[in-house]
Protein backbone atom coordinates (compact mmCIF):
# COMPACT_ATOMS: atom_id res chain seq x y z
CA UNK A 1 0.00 0.00 0.00
CA UNK A 2 1.38 3.26 -1.22
CA UNK A 3 1.71 6.13 1.69
CA UNK A 4 -0.46 9.25 1.27
CA UNK A 5 2.56 11.52 0.65
CA UNK A 6 3.52 9.28 -2.20
CA UNK A 7 0.00 10.04 -3.56
CA UNK A 8 0.60 13.31 -3.31
CA UNK A 9 3.63 14.33 -4.63
CA UNK A 10 2.81 11.47 -7.62
CA UNK A 11 -0.35 13.89 -8.22
CA UNK A 12 1.55 17.05 -8.17
CA UNK A 13 3.97 15.40 -11.16
CA UNK A 14 1.00 14.84 -13.11
CA UNK A 15 -1.02 18.29 -12.11
CA UNK A 16 2.58 20.00 -13.59
CA UNK A 17 2.23 18.35 -16.48
CA UNK A 18 -1.39 19.37 -16.92
CA UNK A 19 -0.17 22.97 -15.66
CA UNK A 20 2.60 23.05 -18.53
CA UNK A 21 0.94 22.25 -21.60
CA UNK A 22 -1.99 24.20 -21.68
CA UNK A 23 0.96 27.14 -21.24
CA UNK A 24 2.60 25.59 -23.75
CA UNK A 25 -0.13 25.59 -26.22
CA UNK A 26 -2.32 28.93 -25.92
CA UNK A 27 -4.77 29.96 -28.71
CA UNK A 28 -5.49 27.89 -32.34
CA UNK A 29 -2.32 25.21 -31.00
CA UNK A 30 -4.57 23.55 -28.80
CA UNK A 31 -6.35 20.21 -30.56
CA UNK A 32 -7.41 16.80 -30.13
CA UNK A 33 -4.42 15.13 -28.91
CA UNK A 34 -3.44 17.68 -26.52
CA UNK A 35 -7.41 17.70 -25.15
CA UNK A 36 -6.84 13.92 -24.76
CA UNK A 37 -3.59 13.89 -22.67
CA UNK A 38 -5.08 16.61 -20.40
CA UNK A 39 -8.08 13.87 -20.20
CA UNK A 40 -5.74 11.23 -19.53
CA UNK A 41 -4.31 13.21 -16.41
CA UNK A 42 -7.36 14.53 -15.05
CA UNK A 43 -8.71 10.98 -14.85
CA UNK A 44 -4.96 9.76 -13.50
CA UNK A 45 -5.24 12.99 -10.88
CA UNK A 46 -9.09 11.51 -10.04
CA UNK A 47 -7.61 7.80 -9.53
CA UNK A 48 -4.98 9.07 -7.02
CA UNK A 49 -7.67 10.93 -5.54
CA UNK A 50 -9.63 7.60 -5.04
CA UNK A 51 -6.61 5.75 -3.79
CA UNK A 52 -5.45 8.30 -1.59
CA UNK A 53 -9.47 8.13 -0.14
CA UNK A 54 -9.16 4.52 0.31
CA UNK A 55 -5.90 4.54 2.03
CA UNK A 56 -7.30 7.40 4.58
CA UNK A 57 -10.33 4.99 5.40
CA UNK A 58 -8.21 2.55 6.02
CA UNK A 59 -5.68 4.51 8.44
CA UNK A 60 -8.56 6.38 9.97
CA UNK A 61 -11.94 4.87 11.26
CA UNK A 62 -12.91 7.65 13.45
CA UNK A 63 -13.32 9.52 10.55
CA UNK A 64 -16.70 10.11 9.17
CA UNK A 65 -15.65 12.35 5.98
CA UNK A 66 -12.71 13.24 4.08
CA UNK A 67 -13.51 16.63 5.90
CA UNK A 68 -13.01 15.01 9.29
CA UNK A 69 -9.74 13.62 8.26
CA UNK A 70 -8.15 16.93 7.44
CA UNK A 71 -9.67 17.92 11.36
CA UNK A 72 -7.95 14.83 12.52
CA UNK A 73 -4.39 15.29 11.03
CA UNK A 74 -4.23 18.68 12.60
CA UNK A 75 -5.58 17.61 15.69
CA UNK A 76 -2.53 14.71 15.94
CA UNK A 77 0.40 17.09 14.72
CA UNK A 78 -0.49 19.45 17.43
CA UNK A 79 -0.53 16.65 20.23
CA UNK A 80 2.84 15.64 19.48
CA UNK A 81 5.50 16.18 22.43
CA UNK A 82 4.93 16.31 26.00
CA UNK A 83 2.03 17.56 27.60
CA UNK A 84 2.01 20.74 29.63
CA UNK A 85 1.07 20.48 33.65
CA UNK A 86 -2.18 22.18 32.46
CA UNK A 87 -2.67 19.08 29.91
CA UNK A 88 -1.77 16.16 32.29
CA UNK A 89 -4.92 17.79 34.63
CA UNK A 90 -7.43 18.01 31.68
CA UNK A 91 -6.50 14.65 30.74
CA UNK A 92 -7.20 13.76 34.00
CA UNK A 93 -10.33 15.12 34.70
CA UNK A 94 -11.57 14.00 30.83
CA UNK A 95 -11.26 10.12 32.29
CA UNK A 96 -11.83 10.54 35.94
CA UNK A 97 -14.27 13.80 36.26
CA UNK A 98 -14.00 15.80 39.56
CA UNK A 99 -13.61 13.43 42.31
CA UNK A 100 -9.90 12.81 39.88
CA UNK A 101 -8.59 15.37 41.26
CA UNK A 102 -7.15 16.44 44.95
CA UNK A 103 -7.20 19.77 46.16
CA UNK A 104 -3.37 20.75 44.94
CA UNK A 105 -5.21 19.58 41.89
CA UNK A 106 -8.17 21.78 41.81
CA UNK A 107 -5.75 24.85 42.94
CA UNK A 108 -4.25 24.27 39.61
CA UNK A 109 -6.90 23.53 37.50
CA UNK A 110 -8.50 27.05 38.38
CA UNK A 111 -5.63 28.65 36.91
CA UNK A 112 -6.01 27.15 33.59
CA UNK A 113 -9.60 26.00 33.30
CA UNK A 114 -11.96 28.69 34.93
CA UNK A 115 -15.12 28.08 35.70
CA UNK A 116 -18.43 29.66 36.23
CA UNK A 117 -20.61 26.78 36.76
CA UNK A 118 -18.51 24.55 38.79
CA UNK A 119 -21.61 22.88 39.83
CA UNK A 120 -22.33 21.66 36.51
CA UNK A 121 -18.32 20.52 35.86
CA UNK A 122 -17.96 23.08 33.20
CA UNK A 123 -14.62 24.48 32.56
CA UNK A 124 -13.15 26.35 30.20
CA UNK A 125 -10.71 24.46 28.55
CA UNK A 126 -7.08 25.23 28.62
CA UNK A 127 -5.37 27.57 26.00
CA UNK A 128 -3.34 24.96 24.52
CA UNK A 129 -6.56 22.90 23.68
CA UNK A 130 -8.91 25.81 22.88
CA UNK A 131 -5.69 26.69 20.10
CA UNK A 132 -6.09 23.29 18.75
CA UNK A 133 -9.83 23.46 18.70
CA UNK A 134 -9.55 26.38 16.80
CA UNK A 135 -6.66 24.81 14.49
CA UNK A 136 -9.05 22.00 13.51
CA UNK A 137 -12.16 24.22 12.98
CA UNK A 138 -9.77 26.39 10.03
CA UNK A 139 -9.36 22.80 8.75
CA UNK A 140 -12.86 21.92 8.19
CA UNK A 141 -13.06 24.19 5.28
CA UNK A 142 -15.78 26.33 4.18
CA UNK A 143 -15.92 29.79 5.19
CA UNK A 144 -13.53 29.86 8.13
CA UNK A 145 -10.03 29.67 6.17
CA UNK A 146 -11.02 32.40 3.68
CA UNK A 147 -12.35 35.21 5.91
CA UNK A 148 -11.11 37.44 8.58
CA UNK A 149 -10.99 35.68 11.76
CA UNK A 150 -11.04 37.94 15.11
CA UNK A 151 -11.24 37.01 18.81
CA UNK A 152 -12.57 39.15 21.57
CA UNK A 153 -13.09 38.49 25.33
CA UNK A 154 -16.47 40.76 25.58
CA UNK A 155 -20.01 39.53 24.53
CA UNK A 156 -21.15 43.55 23.47
CA UNK A 157 -21.87 43.62 19.03
CA UNK A 158 -18.97 45.25 17.49
CA UNK A 159 -19.67 47.83 14.55
CA UNK A 160 -17.86 47.96 11.41
CA UNK A 161 -18.55 51.35 9.56
CA UNK A 162 -18.94 50.61 5.97
CA UNK A 163 -18.75 52.90 3.07
CA UNK A 164 -19.22 52.35 -0.63
CA UNK A 165 -16.64 54.21 -2.30
CA UNK A 166 -16.44 51.95 -5.51
CA UNK A 167 -18.77 55.08 -7.61
CA UNK A 168 -16.83 58.06 -6.36
CA UNK A 169 -14.80 60.15 -8.27
CA UNK A 170 -13.09 63.71 -8.08
CA UNK A 171 -13.27 66.74 -10.41
CA UNK A 172 -11.07 68.92 -13.12
CA UNK A 173 -12.16 72.67 -11.97
CA UNK A 174 -11.19 75.45 -13.72
CA UNK A 175 -9.27 78.08 -11.59
CA UNK A 176 -10.87 79.83 -8.80
CA UNK A 177 -13.77 77.85 -8.67
CA UNK A 178 -15.70 76.22 -5.99
CA UNK A 179 -14.87 72.36 -5.21
CA UNK A 180 -18.35 70.25 -5.66
CA UNK A 181 -19.19 68.96 -2.32
CA UNK A 182 -19.63 65.13 -2.21
CA UNK A 183 -19.60 63.63 1.28
CA UNK A 184 -19.84 60.02 1.61
CA UNK A 185 -22.62 58.20 3.04
CA UNK A 186 -21.59 56.06 6.06
CA UNK A 187 -23.14 52.53 7.22
CA UNK A 188 -22.79 50.20 10.14
CA UNK A 189 -22.32 46.45 9.79
CA UNK A 190 -22.91 44.65 13.59
CA UNK A 191 -21.27 41.46 14.37
CA UNK A 192 -22.70 39.71 17.16
CA UNK A 193 -21.60 36.65 18.82
CA UNK A 194 -23.88 33.34 18.91
CA UNK A 195 -23.67 30.23 21.17
CA UNK A 196 -23.08 26.79 19.41
CA UNK A 197 -23.41 23.72 20.59
CA UNK A 198 -21.50 20.03 19.75
CA UNK A 199 -24.26 18.09 21.70
CA UNK A 200 -23.67 15.40 23.79
CA UNK A 201 -20.78 13.41 22.73
CA UNK A 202 -21.13 9.64 24.37
CA UNK A 203 -18.13 8.01 24.99
CA UNK A 204 -17.87 4.37 26.19
CA UNK A 205 -16.20 3.48 29.94
CA UNK A 206 -13.75 0.90 28.17
CA UNK A 207 -12.30 4.21 25.68
CA UNK A 208 -11.85 6.49 29.51
CA UNK A 209 -10.18 3.68 31.23
CA UNK A 210 -7.77 2.48 28.07
CA UNK A 211 -4.62 4.36 28.65
CA UNK A 212 -3.54 3.74 25.07
CA UNK A 213 -6.35 5.97 23.61
CA UNK A 214 -5.79 9.36 23.01
CA UNK A 215 -8.85 11.22 24.58
CA UNK A 216 -7.94 14.60 24.04
CA UNK A 217 -7.31 13.54 20.41
CA UNK A 218 -10.91 11.70 20.31
CA UNK A 219 -12.82 14.37 22.16
CA UNK A 220 -10.67 17.21 20.46
CA UNK A 221 -11.72 15.54 17.04
CA UNK A 222 -15.30 15.04 17.63
CA UNK A 223 -16.01 18.32 18.94
CA UNK A 224 -14.16 20.53 16.10
CA UNK A 225 -16.18 18.30 13.24
CA UNK A 226 -19.30 18.99 14.90
CA UNK A 227 -18.69 23.16 15.79
CA UNK A 228 -17.34 23.10 12.26
CA UNK A 229 -20.12 21.62 10.79
CA UNK A 230 -22.58 23.67 12.46
CA UNK A 231 -20.81 27.10 12.51
CA UNK A 232 -20.01 26.84 8.71
CA UNK A 233 -23.63 26.17 7.79
CA UNK A 234 -24.44 29.04 9.53
CA UNK A 235 -22.21 31.37 8.33
CA UNK A 236 -22.88 30.39 4.82
CA UNK A 237 -26.49 30.65 4.31
CA UNK A 238 -27.32 31.96 7.99
CA UNK A 239 -30.25 34.30 7.88
CA UNK A 240 -28.64 37.33 10.34
CA UNK A 241 -31.94 37.02 12.36
CA UNK A 242 -31.15 35.51 15.87
CA UNK A 243 -28.07 33.56 13.70
CA UNK A 244 -25.15 35.08 11.65
CA UNK A 245 -25.61 36.51 8.38
CA UNK A 246 -24.51 33.97 5.84
CA UNK A 247 -21.86 35.01 3.20
CA UNK A 248 -24.46 33.52 0.41
CA UNK A 249 -26.98 35.82 2.32
CA UNK A 250 -24.89 38.64 2.08
CA UNK A 251 -23.67 38.87 -1.52
CA UNK A 252 -25.23 40.42 -4.24
CA UNK A 253 -26.21 38.55 -7.35
CA UNK A 254 -23.59 38.84 -9.90
CA UNK A 255 -24.97 36.73 -12.58
CA UNK A 256 -28.29 34.89 -13.10
CA UNK A 257 -28.39 31.78 -15.82
CA UNK A 258 -30.04 32.03 -18.93
CA UNK A 259 -32.64 29.86 -19.46
CA UNK A 260 -32.09 26.22 -19.19
CA UNK A 261 -29.28 26.56 -17.44
CA UNK A 262 -31.10 24.97 -13.79
CA UNK A 263 -28.20 22.60 -13.28
CA UNK A 264 -25.19 23.78 -15.57
CA UNK A 265 -22.78 26.94 -15.86
CA UNK A 266 -21.60 27.70 -19.20
CA UNK A 267 -18.23 29.84 -19.60
CA UNK A 268 -20.08 33.01 -20.56
CA UNK A 269 -21.85 33.32 -17.27
CA UNK A 270 -18.59 32.77 -15.33
CA UNK A 271 -16.67 35.25 -16.94
CA UNK A 272 -19.52 37.83 -16.18
CA UNK A 273 -19.32 37.11 -12.78
CA UNK A 274 -16.22 37.47 -12.54
CA UNK A 275 -16.64 40.93 -13.40
CA UNK A 276 -19.24 41.55 -11.74
CA UNK A 277 -17.15 42.31 -8.47
CA UNK A 278 -15.61 45.51 -9.04
CA UNK A 279 -12.23 45.59 -10.06
CA UNK A 280 -10.64 47.84 -7.14
CA UNK A 281 -11.90 44.13 -5.31
CA UNK A 282 -10.01 42.30 -7.78
CA UNK A 283 -6.70 44.19 -7.54
CA UNK A 284 -6.93 43.57 -3.80
CA UNK A 285 -5.49 40.06 -4.75
CA UNK A 286 -7.99 38.34 -2.12
CA UNK A 287 -10.72 37.09 -4.80
CA UNK A 288 -11.55 33.49 -5.20
CA UNK A 289 -14.63 31.20 -5.74
CA UNK A 290 -16.23 29.11 -3.53
CA UNK A 291 -18.82 26.24 -4.68
CA UNK A 292 -19.67 22.90 -3.76
CA UNK A 293 -17.95 19.87 -4.80
CA UNK A 294 -20.73 18.69 -7.09
CA UNK A 295 -20.85 22.38 -9.16
CA UNK A 296 -16.91 22.19 -9.28
CA UNK A 297 -17.24 18.76 -11.20
CA UNK A 298 -19.35 20.49 -13.37
CA UNK A 299 -17.27 23.28 -14.17
CA UNK A 300 -14.35 21.06 -14.72
CA UNK A 301 -15.39 19.81 -18.47
CA UNK A 302 -15.44 23.32 -19.32
CA UNK A 303 -13.87 24.91 -22.03
CA UNK A 304 -12.89 28.63 -23.38
CA UNK A 305 -13.62 29.51 -27.30
CA UNK A 306 -10.14 27.82 -28.00
CA UNK A 307 -11.74 24.61 -26.49
CA UNK A 308 -9.06 24.41 -24.35
CA UNK A 309 -10.06 23.34 -19.65
CA UNK A 310 -10.34 26.64 -17.74
CA UNK A 311 -9.66 24.34 -14.53
CA UNK A 312 -6.26 24.15 -13.79
CA UNK A 313 -5.32 21.26 -10.68
CA UNK A 314 -3.44 22.52 -8.24
CA UNK A 315 -0.21 20.62 -6.79
CA UNK A 316 1.92 20.51 -3.51
CA UNK A 317 5.54 21.70 -5.05
CA UNK A 318 8.53 23.07 -3.49
CA UNK A 319 7.63 26.67 -3.74
CA UNK A 320 4.35 26.04 -1.72
CA UNK A 321 1.07 24.58 -2.61
CA UNK A 322 -0.43 25.81 -5.58
CA UNK A 323 -4.05 25.66 -5.04
CA UNK A 324 -6.92 24.54 -8.29
CA UNK A 325 -7.84 27.52 -10.46
CA UNK A 326 -9.78 28.93 -12.63
CA UNK A 327 -9.17 32.09 -14.90
CA UNK A 328 -5.78 32.16 -12.08
CA UNK A 329 -8.70 32.25 -9.24
CA UNK A 330 -8.15 30.04 -6.57
CA UNK A 331 -11.62 27.48 -5.70
CA UNK A 332 -12.50 27.12 -1.99
CA UNK A 333 -14.37 24.15 -1.79
CA UNK A 334 -17.75 24.38 0.61
CA UNK A 335 -20.38 21.99 0.66
CA UNK A 336 -22.59 24.34 2.57
CA UNK A 337 -23.01 26.12 -1.17
CA UNK A 338 -26.22 25.15 -2.83
CA UNK A 339 -25.57 22.55 -5.45
CA UNK A 340 -26.68 23.89 -8.71
CA UNK A 341 -30.58 23.44 -9.35
CA UNK A 342 -33.31 25.98 -10.20
CA UNK A 343 -32.71 29.43 -8.95
CA UNK A 344 -29.78 28.01 -6.86
CA UNK A 345 -27.07 30.63 -5.70
CA UNK A 346 -24.37 27.94 -6.68
CA UNK A 347 -21.71 29.65 -6.93
CA UNK A 348 -19.20 32.70 -5.31
CA UNK A 349 -16.87 34.97 -6.52
CA UNK A 350 -14.77 37.47 -4.60
CA UNK A 351 -12.93 38.93 -1.43
CA UNK A 352 -14.14 36.77 1.40
CA UNK A 353 -11.38 38.47 4.05
CA UNK A 354 -14.07 40.79 4.10
CA UNK A 355 -16.23 38.31 5.82
CA UNK A 356 -15.83 38.86 9.34
CA UNK A 357 -15.74 36.03 11.68
CA UNK A 358 -15.85 36.48 15.42
CA UNK A 359 -15.08 33.78 18.12
CA UNK A 360 -15.54 34.88 21.72
CA UNK A 361 -13.65 34.11 24.71
CA UNK A 362 -12.79 30.07 24.93
CA UNK A 363 -14.11 26.50 24.92
CA UNK A 364 -16.60 25.60 27.94
CA UNK A 365 -16.19 21.65 28.34
CA UNK A 366 -18.80 19.66 30.21
CA UNK A 367 -18.64 16.11 31.54
CA UNK A 368 -21.74 14.27 32.40
CA UNK A 369 -21.38 11.63 34.55
CA UNK A 370 -24.96 11.42 36.07
CA UNK A 371 -27.36 8.30 35.87
CA UNK A 372 -28.71 8.72 32.39
CA UNK A 373 -25.31 7.79 31.26
CA UNK A 374 -23.79 5.41 34.05
CA UNK A 375 -26.66 3.25 33.10
CA UNK A 376 -25.29 2.56 29.60
CA UNK A 377 -21.72 2.39 30.09
CA UNK A 378 -20.87 6.07 28.72
CA UNK A 379 -19.37 9.45 30.30
CA UNK A 380 -20.99 12.18 28.12
CA UNK A 381 -19.51 15.22 27.21
CA UNK A 382 -20.30 18.75 25.33
CA UNK A 383 -18.66 22.18 24.36
CA UNK A 384 -20.01 24.87 24.11
CA UNK A 385 -18.36 28.44 21.87
CA UNK A 386 -19.53 31.65 20.58
CA UNK A 387 -18.87 33.20 17.51
CA UNK A 388 -20.71 35.26 15.05
CA UNK A 389 -20.30 36.12 11.30
CA UNK A 390 -21.02 38.99 8.65
CA UNK A 391 -20.39 40.69 5.53
CA UNK A 392 -18.61 44.13 6.83
CA UNK A 393 -19.20 45.75 2.83
CA UNK A 394 -21.29 47.20 1.61
CA UNK A 395 -20.00 47.62 -2.56
CA UNK A 396 -19.98 44.16 -3.75
CA UNK A 397 -16.96 42.60 -2.60
CA UNK A 398 -18.82 38.83 -3.11
CA UNK A 399 -21.37 38.03 -5.73
CA UNK A 400 -23.50 35.15 -6.94
CA UNK A 401 -23.79 33.32 -9.95
CA UNK A 402 -27.85 31.80 -9.31
CA UNK A 403 -28.75 29.20 -11.59
CA UNK A 404 -31.79 29.82 -13.96
CA UNK A 405 -35.82 29.30 -12.94
CA UNK A 406 -36.37 27.26 -15.81
Same mark, same amino acid.
Given at each position: ??????????????????????????????????????????????????? $??????????????????? =????????????????????????????? $?????????????????????????????????? $????????????????????????????????????????????????????????????????????????????????????????????????????????????????? =?????????????????????????????? =???????????????????????????????????????????? $?????????????????????????????????????????? =????????????????????????????????????????????
Amino acid at each position: MQSIQALRERRAVVAQSIHKLLDENQGDKWNSALQDKYDQGMAEIENIGKE $ADRIQKVLDTIAESSVADS =VRNVVERKTHGDKTEALQLYSKWLRGGDR $ALNAEEWSAIRNTMSTTTSSQGGYTVPTEVAQQV $ADALKAYGGVRPVADVISTSGSNPINFPTSDGTSETGELIAENTTATAADPSFGVVTLTTYKFSSKIVAVPFELLQDSAVDMEAFIRTRLATRLGRVQNTYFTTGTGSSQPNG =VVTAASSGKVGTTGQTTTVIFDDLVDLVHS =VDSAYRALGNCRFMMNDASLKIIRKLKDSQNRPIFIPGYDGLGG $AMPDTLFGYPIQINQDVATMAANAKSILFGDFKFYKIRDEMG =VTLFRFDDSAYIKLGQIGFLAWVRAGGNLADVGGCIKYYANSAT
